[in-house]
């Protein structure tokens, strides 16, 4: 009796082992599609740096009817701007981790060192600002923060609003605004050019509940959307994504998507209007499906400009300082290609719409930063953040000499 109870339990426990052995296998997945072999030719061409002197100036163009002054010199690592109602700029710094505020107090159209004060610091690569009911929101690397606003411009201790985000690779710059509809948007870059990481969060546009405690990936496939906004008529919410490096002179463009809830606009493998990429590995594709497969369910871009002109920031403009043509388009910095035989970028450009509200052409705005001479290509100027001033004239910065430019229509006076 006992031997059989032995044997029946030997046996129960082979079959259990048995059954458990054949859900453990794998499903076999197959092998990527074959592709055959692609050889890019890369330039790496970084114009040489040359500081901002005033007779540069002249070297900058701008459309008829409009001129171009300094505001404001000897600002550092210059990014981001941010105007306050009251004429107060609050410009962040990521090589140096700050924040300042700068007031031209006495209305003479410049921002001397006396109107200039440091309002937060110890920052790690602080960039993108928002404001919202009193609070300024700063996005760094891994954390986004919030500090209380004072009347004279001074910002409380920061505290951490939100935390945990992708590490920042050779995208640390972040993009971020509050939304029509409550929620803080924030776009986070890749870390790499060719390949999808473990982190789903790279990559994309989050979408962050407004107490920062939740957080969703409101669109992913996007390499480095710093700069985006919703149009002011229509609610559509734009973004120009930058395209990966090495990949050649004129591939891939920089991308102007609709930027929509659950989409996937295609990074790493496809980019433009869902044109594969044949120089990224297929092999990381999810499901081991074609490159033209999966290019195919990615959302294309509604507009491309030069590859490698490095889309950094932009804004819809809806003053009146400008000609009427000008109100409710987009004002886009370009800081400049490093990886282009002909240099692309190093300029404002300038993105009408047509009478349906849908975008129609990017023309160059503000150029001449970068020039070629009998000893190579240069450049006096890495434009980056872009603002309207209360006035309604143009404001930008250049992050490598640090000046703040202003550009007014004056037409022809």
């Known amino acids: ?18 059954s458990a052995g054949a859900q ?23 114009p040489a740096a040359l500081a901002f002197t005033p007779d540069k100036l002249s070297r900058l163009k701008v459309p008829a009817g409009f001129e171009l002054k300094v505001m404001a010199t000897g600002l550092g690592n210059a990014r981001s701007l941010l105007v306050m109602p009251d004429g107060g700029i609050y410009l962040s710094r990521m090589k140096q981790s700050d924040m300042w505020y700068l007031k031209d107090a006495n209305g003479d159209g410049q921002i001397e060192a006396v ?25 760094g690397e891994k954390n986004i923060w919030v500090m209380d606003m004072a009347k004279d ?3 409380s201790v920061p505290r951490v609003f939100a935390t945990g985000f992708p590490d920042a690779g050779q995208h640390g710059a972040r993009g971020m605004h509050w939304g029509p509809d409550g929620f803080l948007y924030a776009a986070f870059g890749s870390t790499n050019n060719d390949s999808p990481t473990p982190n789903p969060e790279e990559a994309t546009m989050l979408r962050i509940s407004p107490d920062g405690q939740s957080r969703e990936i409101y669109s992913s496939g996007l390499r480095h959307t710093i700069g985006f906004g919703w149009h002011p008529v229509t609610g559509v919410l734009y973004g120009w994504d930058q395209g990966s490096d090495w990949h050649g002179d004129n591939i891939p463009p920089e991308e102007l998507n609709v930027i929509e809830r659950g989409k996937n606009y295609g990074w790493p493998f496809c980019y433009g209007d869902k044109n594969p990429d044949p120089y990224v590995n297929v092999s990381g594709i999810p499901g081991q499906i074609t490159k033209p497969e999966y290019c195919a369910a990615t959302t294309g871009s509604t507009l491309n400009y030069t590859a490698h002109a490095a889309a950094i920031d932009m804004i819809f403009y809806t003053g009146s300082q400008f000609p009427a043509e000008y109100r409710n388009s987009v004002f886009e910095a370009f800081r400049g290609s490093w990886n282009r035989n002909e240099p692309s970028g190093y ?31 240069k450049q006096f100027g890495r434009v980056a953040g872009v603002a309207q001033y209360t006035d309604g004239s143009l404001l930008f910065t ?9 550009v007014l229509y004056t037409g022809g006076k």
């Open 398 to 406: 250049d992050d490598q000499s640090g000046v703040l430019y202003r």
């Open 1 to 18: 009796m006992r031997l059989f109870l032995m044997t029946a339990l030997t046996a129960a426990l082979v079959v259990s082992a048995t």
């Open 115 to 139: 109107e200039r004060k440091q309002v937060a610091q110890n920052m790690g690569t602080a960039h993108a600002m928002s404001v919202k009911d009193g609070k300024m929101y700063v996005a």
């Open 24 to 46: 453990a296998v794998p499903t076999p997945r197959p092998l990527p599609a074959p592709e055959p072999p692609a050889t890019v030719t890369a330039t790496r061409n970084e």
């Open 153 to 155: 411009g001074g910002l």
């Open 347 to 377: 300029e404002i450009a300038h993105l009408s719409f047509d009478a349906n509200n849908k975008p129609a052409a990017v023309t160059p705005f503000v150029t001449g930063f970068v020039y070629q001479d009998e000893d190579g290509w």
